[in-house]
């Protein structure tokens, strides 16, 4: 027997310094990979694209420094290390102010905004206001400094008058354009409000731009030379005409609009006696009071004062547009998907990921929108463009809470059967109220049999004068206990217990009778009977009001159209659902069902294609129904029109298309194993009506045009010709 034996079977009792032989001899347990967070792999790519956006941006603040720039030689002008940089610098704060909003109320792109939606968050609409108004004093204090550096004394804050006879005065024109920035930053966060600039578009091709700028076109610039350039310089090129229109009709209504009345009307006094307490604390030459002196140079401010705020809203919006440019974009990293350990060409890895799946379940099933709205889009790369992830995904089948593939088709499931629990639930309440007064009707008829038959149970005999009981002597002058409180629940009670019936008192209706006819004629009782009841001439006239109200400009954050309630329905107004979850849940779970007939060895897929057929289905048929019959327009949507449903519901009508074409797919691939799957030909036959748009009000498609277009047989044979499905017809055939 060896030594290592005898000391493993024997060990000495004091040998505290022994070889430990067992711990080599006997296999060691294989740690569990620790699954990293989605948010993890997310934060640091957010944080990549953040940095980029802020170069971008710090590229626009030194071309500004070039503009601001005061100084006679040209290299200083410009050169980074110098004035120019420190200038680049301080304009980089307003436009960090911008980035601050965005990323604190960063969220994926609905329709569901409007006045209600501001209203509903006035966190969110202070911190905006805040944030844009600190921004704008800020660039206001910049321009005043690079406009008064150059020996100018128009903006100072002291003008020195004339040598000689004029004593020093606080100059009322930088609080002029002070006051003009801070309105200029209160009129941009109305508009990143009403116009939702914190969503984030996760679409697939949201950073191809269209061509809207019309100078571009006008000099004859091709495509291919804007495609030379960076892509957020390229976008930021073709937006330029949006920006530049956007701060042109801002700066046009502050500063020839709104800015003179507000000033002069509302702001000046308390503007004025602000800063002069300010300016008298370090020019000590100031008199101790004085009433507002007057702008000077009025041509050479409203000059300064028109092409300033042009170049602040200008900045804002190229901010706006650099984040929305860099920051929604696909979830990978090096051509690889987020969540994917990625080697370089020697083999070495760059980017570790234990249990690349594992992360990417954990952001599917995230609570926070945003790690579960750019998980599912990784999810429809994954399942589209890589398919040795792909494969992956139907090989793990030894996880802890099931396969991968159970999980994943589980997620997507939920998310698209939450837009049939969202019609069930905006449907409930017209059934539930006239069941509830159905019932009410019931109750009263039940209560007031009780009542007669307790009645007729009493013992005959002659009826109580009163409930109470005989007063004493004493007491017939005393305040009763049950005074007024008590006579007011009693009245209360019996109107309760009566409805319907008059609460006055008979005397007191004659007596309010006979005023109104000793003060008023028949004629005017009556006008004035249909004035309160809703029907004369002042509800007509305010009704119309609202309606005109409503149908101008004005009036758009007030309306609650048609395709916003519809949205709000089907898509979901929680912060973890949105119409990119649901169209990326489908698009990933009709493909990963797809490739299954050639990349999964196990079978894992096949026993649930029953069930993702009758999902789609039913989800289908209750979209067409919604949409097409049960929804109804909200009175404030004056433009709606009943033949025009599914032209305006484009949201609804894009989502429905998605999830028929992944039902048509399938059904195509796997209906004739319908029966070895578990299905019935009823369920086939109404999952394709479902897919065509035969069932429930389908004369008017969703679709496109072009796929409007198209019959069935054309899409059919259109489907069948796809590569996967060539490769799924052939392996039949084989076998």
Not at 423 to 427: K, P
Not at 668 to 679: H, K, R, V
């Given at each position: 027997m060896?030594?290592s034996t005898?000391?493993?079977?024997?060990?000495?009792?004091n040998s505290?310094f022994?070889p430990?032989?067992t711990?080599?001899?006997?296999?060691?347990?294989?740690?569990?990979?620790?699954?990293?967070?989605y948010?993890?792999?997310?934060t640091?790519?957010?944080h990549?694209?953040?940095?980029?956006?802020?170069?971008?941006?710090?590229?626009?603040?030194?071309?500004?420094?070039f503009?601001?720039?005061?100084?006679?030689?040209?290299?200083?002008?410009?050169?980074?290390?110098?004035?120019?940089?420190?200038?680049?610098?301080?304009?980089?704060a307003?436009?960090?102010?911008?980035?601050?909003v965005?990323?604190?109320n960063?969220?994926?792109?609905?329709?569901?905004?409007?006045?209600?939606?501001?209203?509903?968050?006035?966190?969110?609409?202070?911190?905006?206001?805040?944030?844009?108004?600190?921004?704008?004093?800020?660039?206001?204090e910049?321009?005043?400094?690079?406009?008064g550096?150059?020996?100018?004394?128009?903006l100072?804050?002291v003008?020195?008058?004339?040598?000689?006879?004029?004593?020093?005065r606080?100059?009322e024109?930088?609080i002029f354009?002070?006051c003009l920035?801070?309105?200029?930053?209160?009129g941009?966060?109305?508009?990143h409000?009403s116009?939702?600039?914190?969503?984030?578009?996760?679409?697939?091709g949201?950073?191809l731009s269209?061509?809207?700028?019309a100078?571009l076109?006008?000099?004859?610039?091709?495509?291919?030379?804007?495609?030379k350039?960076?892509?957020?310089a390229?976008?930021?090129?073709?937006?330029?005409?949006?920006?530049?229109?956007?701060a042109?009709?801002?700066?046009?209504?502050?500063?020839v609009?709104?800015?003179?009345?507000?000033?002069?009307?509302?702001?000046?006094?308390?503007?004025?006696?602000?800063?002069?307490?300010?300016?008298?604390?370090?020019?000590?030459?100031l008199?101790?009071?004085?009433?507002?002196?007057g702008?000077?140079?009025?041509?050479r401010?409203a000059?300064?004062?028109?092409?300033?705020?042009?170049?602040?809203?200008a900045l804002?919006?190229?901010?706006?547009?650099?984040?929305?440019?860099?920051?929604?974009?696909?979830?990978?990293?090096k051509?690889?998907?987020?969540?994917?350990?990625?080697?370089?060409?020697?083999?070495?890895?760059?980017?570790r990921?234990?249990?690349?799946?594992?992360?990417?379940?954990?952001?599917?099933?995230?609570?926070?929108?945003?790690?579960?709205?750019?998980a599912f889009?990784?999810?429809?790369?994954?399942?589209?463009?890589?398919?040795?992830?792909?494969?992956?995904?139907?090989t793990?089948?030894?996880?802890?809470?099931?396969?991968?593939?159970e999980?994943i088709?589980?997620?997507c499931?939920?998310?698209?059967?939450?837009?049939?629990?969202r019609?069930?639930?905006?449907?409930r309440?017209?059934?539930?109220?006239?069941?509830?007064?159905e019932?009410?009707?019931?109750?009263?008829?039940?209560e007031?049999?009780?009542?007669?038959?307790?009645?007729?149970?009493?013992i005959?005999?002659?009826?109580?004068?009163?409930?109470?009981?005989?007063?004493?002597?004493?007491?017939?002058?005393?305040?009763?206990?049950?005074g007024?409180?008590?006579?007011?629940s009693?009245?209360?009670?019996?109107?309760?217990?009566?409805?319907?019936s008059?609460?006055?008192?008979?005397?007191?209706?004659?007596?309010?009778?006979?005023?109104?006819?000793?003060?008023?004629?028949?004629?005017?009782?009556?006008?004035?009977?249909?004035?309160?009841?809703g029907?004369?001439?002042?509800?007509?006239?305010?009704?119309?009001?609202?309606?005109?109200?409503?149908?101008?400009?004005a009036?758009?954050?007030?309306?609650?159209?048609?395709?916003?309630?519809?949205?709000?329905?089907?898509?979901?107004?929680?912060p973890?659902?949105?119409?990119r979850?649901?169209?990326?849940?489908?698009?990933?779970?009709?493909?990963?069902v797809?490739?299954?007939?050639?990349?999964?060895?196990?079978?894992?897929?096949?026993?649930?294609?029953?069930?993702?057929?009758?999902?789609?289905?039913?989800v289908?048929?209750?979209?067409?129904?919604?949409?097409?019959?049960?929804?109804?327009?909200?009175?404030?949507?004056?433009?709606?029109?009943?033949?025009?449903?599914?032209?305006?519901?484009?949201?609804?009508?894009?989502?429905?298309?998605?999830l028929?074409?992944g039902?048509?797919?399938?059904?195509?691939?796997?209906?004739?194993?319908?029966?070895?799957?578990?299905?019935?030909k009823?369920e086939v036959?109404?999952?394709?009506?479902?897919?065509?748009g035969?069932?429930?009000?389908?004369?008017?498609?969703p679709?496109?045009?072009e796929?409007?277009a198209?019959?069935?047989?054309?899409?059919s044979?259109?489907?069948?010709?796809r590569?996967?499905?060539?490769?799924?017809?052939?392996?039949?055939?084989?076998?």
């Open positions: 060896s030594t005898m000391i493993t079977q024997n060990p000495p009792i505290l022994a430990r032989t711990n080599t001899s006997t296999p060691s347990a294989t740690p569990i990979p620790r699954i990293r967070p948010k993890d792999f997310l640091a790519a957010l990549r694209r953040f940095v980029r956006a802020a170069g971008v941006t710090f590229i626009i603040c030194w071309f500004y420094s503009i601001f720039s005061t100084s006679g030689s040209l290299i200083w002008s410009w050169f980074p290390i110098g004035p120019a940089g420190i200038r680049a610098l301080l304009l980089f307003p436009c960090l102010a911008v980035f601050i965005r990323v604190a960063m969220h994926v792109a609905t329709t569901s905004g409007g006045l209600t939606q501001i209203l509903k968050k006035p966190g969110t609409t202070l911190h905006t206001v805040g944030w844009y108004v600190w921004s704008a004093w800020f660039y206001g910049i321009f005043i400094w690079t406009r550096s150059s020996g100018s004394i128009e100072g804050w003008d020195p008058g004339r040598s000689g006879y004029e004593r020093p606080m100059n024109n930088p354009l002070r920035f801070v309105l200029m930053g209160l941009q966060a109305s508009l409000l116009r939702d600039y914190d969503a984030i578009d996760l679409s697939e949201n950073g269209k061509r809207r700028n100078l076109s006008y000099l004859g610039v091709q495509d291919q030379t804007l495609d350039l960076p892509r957020s390229r976008v930021l090129v073709e937006n330029s005409g949006l920006i530049a229109d956007r042109f009709k801002l700066v046009f209504c502050g500063t609009m709104a800015h003179s009345p507000f000033y002069f009307i509302v702001v000046r006094r308390m503007a004025w006696r602000w800063t002069y307490a300010i300016g008298r604390t370090v020019f000590r030459e008199p101790p009071t004085s009433p507002p002196t702008l000077v140079n009025v041509v401010l000059w300064q004062a028109f092409y300033s705020s042009l170049l602040l809203v804002w919006e190229a901010s706006n547009t650099i984040f929305d440019i860099t920051v929604p974009q696909p979830p990978t990293k051509g690889e998907p987020l969540t994917s350990e990625i080697k370089d060409a020697r083999g070495a890895v760059v980017h990921s234990a249990d690349p799946n594992g992360s990417l379940l954990n952001g599917l099933k995230a609570k926070r929108e945003i790690p579960k709205a750019f889009w990784e999810l429809s790369l994954i399942s589209k463009d890589f398919e040795a992830r792909r494969k992956t995904i139907y793990e089948v030894d996880r802890r809470d099931g396969s991968a593939w999980q088709c589980q997620v499931l939920s998310e698209i059967r939450a837009i049939k629990v019609i069930t639930e905006a449907n309440p017209a059934l539930s109220s006239a069941q509830q007064k019932q009410e009707l019931r109750r009263q008829q039940h007031h049999l009780i009542g007669r038959e307790a009645e007729e149970q009493q005959v005999g002659l009826r109580k004068i009163a409930d109470r009981p005989v007063v004493n002597d004493a007491a017939v002058f005393a305040r009763g206990s049950n007024s409180p008590f006579a007011v009693n009245l209360a009670r019996s109107i309760g217990q009566s409805p319907g008059d609460a006055a008192l008979p005397v007191a209706r004659k007596a309010l009778q006979w005023s109104a006819d000793r003060a008023l004629s028949r004629a005017d009782q009556e006008r004035l009977a249909k004035v309160g009841t029907d004369g001439f002042i509800a007509q006239k305010s009704q119309g009001y609202i309606l005109q109200f409503l149908r101008s400009p009036g758009e954050p007030f309306r609650k159209t048609f395709d916003r309630q519809v949205a709000g329905v089907i898509l979901g107004s929680g973890a659902t949105n119409k979850n649901i169209i990326y849940a489908s698009e990933a779970l009709t493909q990963l797809m490739c299954s007939l050639a990349e999964d060895s196990y079978g894992s897929v096949s026993k649930d294609v029953a069930e993702i057929v009758r999902t789609l289905t039913e289908v048929d209750a979209v067409e129904k919604f949409v097409g019959h049960e929804a109804k327009a909200h009175w404030t949507d004056v433009s709606f029109r009943e033949e025009t449903r599914w032209q305006v519901a484009t949201e609804a009508a894009e989502v429905l298309q998605v028929r074409s039902l048509e797919r399938i059904v195509l691939a796997f209906g004739e194993y319908a029966g070895s799957i578990g299905l019935s009823k036959r109404e999952a394709r009506e479902a897919a065509v035969s069932r429930g009000g389908a004369g008017a498609l679709a496109s045009k796929k409007a198209i019959g069935a047989g054309e899409r044979r259109e489907v069948e010709r590569p996967e499905m060539q490769e799924a017809t052939s392996r039949r055939r084989r076998n």
